[in-house]
Nanobody
Framework: QVQLVESGGGLVQAGGSLRLSCAASGSIFAINRMAWYRQAPGKQRELVARIGGGSTNYADSVKGRFTISADNAKNTVYLQMNSLKPEDTAVYYC???????????????WGQGTQVTVSS
Protein backbone atom coordinates (compact mmCIF):
# COMPACT_ATOMS: atom_id res chain seq x y z
CA GLN A 1 0.00 0.00 0.00
CA VAL A 2 1.22 3.48 -0.87
CA GLN A 3 0.49 6.68 1.00
CA LEU A 4 1.18 10.28 0.01
CA VAL A 5 1.07 12.65 2.96
CA GLU A 6 1.01 16.37 2.24
CA SER A 7 1.76 19.23 4.59
CA GLY A 8 2.44 22.94 4.53
CA GLY A 9 -0.82 24.43 3.35
CA GLY A 10 -2.50 27.32 5.08
CA LEU A 11 -3.62 30.93 4.92
CA VAL A 12 -1.24 33.60 3.69
CA GLN A 13 -1.51 37.18 2.49
CA ALA A 14 -0.90 38.09 -1.11
CA GLY A 15 2.81 38.40 -1.77
CA GLY A 16 3.65 35.85 0.88
CA SER A 17 5.22 32.41 0.65
CA LEU A 18 4.38 28.84 1.54
CA ARG A 19 6.24 25.57 1.17
CA LEU A 20 4.34 22.37 0.53
CA SER A 21 5.79 18.93 1.22
CA CYS A 22 4.63 15.50 0.15
CA ALA A 23 6.18 12.29 1.41
CA ALA A 24 5.49 8.95 -0.24
CA SER A 25 5.63 5.88 1.96
CA GLY A 26 4.75 2.21 1.88
CA SER A 27 5.55 -0.21 -0.90
CA ILE A 28 7.68 1.77 -3.37
CA PHE A 29 9.71 0.03 -6.07
CA ALA A 30 10.37 2.97 -8.40
CA ILE A 31 9.17 6.52 -8.93
CA ASN A 32 9.09 7.96 -12.43
CA ARG A 33 7.90 11.46 -11.62
CA MET A 34 6.25 13.52 -8.92
CA ALA A 35 4.01 16.51 -9.37
CA TRP A 36 1.70 19.04 -7.79
CA TYR A 37 -1.78 19.73 -9.08
CA ARG A 38 -4.38 22.15 -7.80
CA GLN A 39 -8.12 22.53 -7.97
CA ALA A 40 -9.96 25.75 -7.26
CA PRO A 41 -13.71 25.79 -6.52
CA GLY A 42 -15.71 25.29 -9.68
CA LYS A 43 -12.63 24.59 -11.79
CA GLN A 44 -10.91 21.52 -13.14
CA ARG A 45 -7.80 20.11 -11.53
CA GLU A 46 -4.72 21.50 -13.25
CA LEU A 47 -1.03 20.68 -13.29
CA VAL A 48 1.07 23.16 -11.33
CA ALA A 49 4.55 21.64 -11.57
CA ARG A 50 6.20 18.30 -12.34
CA ILE A 51 9.64 16.86 -11.72
CA GLY A 52 11.18 13.69 -13.08
CA GLY A 53 13.81 12.33 -15.42
CA GLY A 54 16.07 15.25 -14.61
CA SER A 55 13.63 17.87 -15.79
CA THR A 56 10.97 20.14 -14.39
CA ASN A 57 8.04 21.88 -15.97
CA TYR A 58 5.57 24.45 -14.72
CA ALA A 59 2.21 25.91 -15.55
CA ASP A 60 2.62 29.30 -17.19
CA SER A 61 0.70 30.91 -14.35
CA VAL A 62 3.33 29.94 -11.76
CA LYS A 63 6.58 30.22 -13.71
CA GLY A 64 9.11 32.37 -11.90
CA ARG A 65 7.15 32.19 -8.64
CA PHE A 66 6.98 28.47 -7.76
CA THR A 67 9.83 25.97 -7.55
CA ILE A 68 9.43 22.20 -7.42
CA SER A 69 12.18 20.02 -5.98
CA ALA A 70 12.57 16.47 -4.76
CA ASP A 71 14.59 14.47 -2.26
CA ASN A 72 14.78 11.07 -3.91
CA ALA A 73 16.28 9.42 -0.83
CA LYS A 74 13.21 10.45 1.16
CA ASN A 75 10.67 9.96 -1.66
CA THR A 76 9.57 13.51 -0.96
CA VAL A 77 8.58 16.34 -3.25
CA TYR A 78 8.40 20.01 -2.32
CA LEU A 79 6.73 23.05 -3.80
CA GLN A 80 8.12 26.42 -2.80
CA MET A 81 5.52 29.05 -3.56
CA ASN A 82 6.56 32.70 -3.55
CA SER A 83 4.78 35.93 -4.49
CA LEU A 84 1.45 34.22 -3.91
CA LYS A 85 -1.66 35.69 -5.48
CA PRO A 86 -5.34 35.28 -4.54
CA GLU A 87 -5.81 33.29 -7.75
CA ASP A 88 -3.42 30.66 -6.35
CA THR A 89 -6.10 29.75 -3.81
CA ALA A 90 -6.96 26.08 -4.28
CA VAL A 91 -6.61 22.62 -2.86
CA TYR A 92 -3.16 21.37 -3.82
CA TYR A 93 -2.69 17.68 -4.53
CA CYS A 94 0.50 15.67 -4.62
CA UNK A 95 0.81 13.11 -7.41
CA UNK A 96 3.35 10.42 -8.13
CA UNK A 97 3.67 8.03 -11.09
CA UNK A 98 5.30 4.95 -9.72
CA UNK A 99 5.53 1.17 -9.37
CA UNK A 100 4.80 -0.31 -5.96
CA UNK A 101 6.53 -3.59 -6.90
CA UNK A 102 8.66 -4.82 -9.78
CA UNK A 103 5.79 -6.83 -11.25
CA UNK A 104 3.09 -4.18 -10.97
CA UNK A 105 2.27 -1.58 -13.59
CA UNK A 106 3.12 2.11 -13.40
CA UNK A 107 0.28 3.87 -11.64
CA UNK A 108 -0.79 7.35 -10.56
CA UNK A 109 -1.13 7.85 -6.81
CA TRP A 110 -2.68 10.92 -5.19
CA GLY A 111 -2.49 12.61 -1.84
CA GLN A 112 -5.52 13.79 0.07
CA GLY A 113 -4.94 17.45 -0.74
CA THR A 114 -3.96 20.48 1.30
CA GLN A 115 -5.75 23.82 1.24
CA VAL A 116 -3.87 26.95 0.24
CA THR A 117 -5.72 30.22 0.72
CA VAL A 118 -4.24 33.55 -0.35
CA SER A 119 -6.00 36.65 0.94
CA SER A 120 -5.88 39.97 -0.89
Amino acid sequence: QVQLVESGGGLVQAGGSLRLSCAASGSIFAINRMAWYRQAPGKQRELVARIGGGSTNYADSVKGRFTISADNAKNTVYLQMNSLKPEDTAVYYCNTFMKSRSNTPWYDYWGQGTQVTVSS
